[in-house]
């Protein structure tokens, strides 16, 4: 398995502004994810962080809102952008580590609430 | 198209009752994976167990057992002697190979509250 870890664990944001949330594992992985978990609400997949290029965006999930990096294979970013209350989630990056065990490990997330 | 269905929204049950934790998957691959992962009160997602569509063979680990069939496309989840630590959202999830995206599916989750 991969350790995980998450920055910021919790934040209270106004509406209109921005919010990045890192994401930062202990060893390198070959893919990175994003989901989001509306409360309540099961896991939906933003995008997959890819390193060095684009990250590729689920349906209805967009670059402008979620802007992502990825500089390596330890790291990656998510941006919440220009908020409104919906935003409110706990955000989760996942991971899924070489040798293809196709076994997603997460980061204990962040819980983002919008006012 | 990929589903996932755990049509328990939630279950209450009194401490050392077994509980078992329903999933019903739909894909056309035929090569997939299933998953179970354990969400407490705190919100991390715990990862309990993989299983891949070629074997069927059920599994335990502890109090926890997993029976897979292919035949009613179902990965139920048994936990035996439950216990309060036990109460959390669970949720099973399918990942399909042959995209090789890695996307996990999720079903809605179960909210299993197990009281004293």
Do not use: H
């Not at chain 1, 060893?27 to 990250?55: C, D, H, K």
């Not at chain 2, 509980?19 to 998957?25: A, G, S």
């Amino acid at each position: 398995s991969a350790v995980i870890s998450q920055k910021p664990s919790r934040d209270i944001c106004q509406r209109g502004t921005s919010l990045t949330i890192q994401c930062q594992v202990d060893s390198q992985v070959t893919m990175m994810f994003w989901y989001r978990q509306q409360p309540g609400q099961s896991l939906t997949l933003i995008a997959t962080a890819n390193q060095g290029s684009e990250a590729t965006y689920e349906s209805g999930f967009v670059i402008d809102k979620f802007p992502i990096s990825r500089p390596n294979l330890t790291f990656s970013t998510l941006t919440v952008s220009n908020m409104s209350p919906e935003d409110s989630s706990i955000y989760l990056c996942s991971v899924r580590t070489s040798g293809g065990t196709d076994t997603q490990y997460f980061g204990p997330g962040t819980r983002l609430t919008v006012l | 198209a990929q589903k996932v269905t755990q049509a328990q929204t939630e279950i209450s049950v009194v401490e050392k009752e077994d509980v078992t934790l329903d999933c019903v998957y739909e894909t056309r691959d035929t090569t997939y994976y299933l998953f179970w992962y354990k969400q407490p009160p705190s919100g991390e997602l715990v990862f309990l167990i993989r299983r891949n569509s070629f074997d069927e063979q059920n599994e335990i680990s502890g109090r926890y057992s997993w029976n897979f069939q292919k035949s009613t496309s179902s990965f139920n989840f048994t936990i035996t002697a439950s216990q309060v630590v036990d109460s959390a959202v669970y949720f099973c999830a399918l990942s399909e190979a042959r995209s090789n995206t890695g996307k996990l599916i999720f079903g809605q989750g179960t909210t299993l509250q197990v009281k004293p």
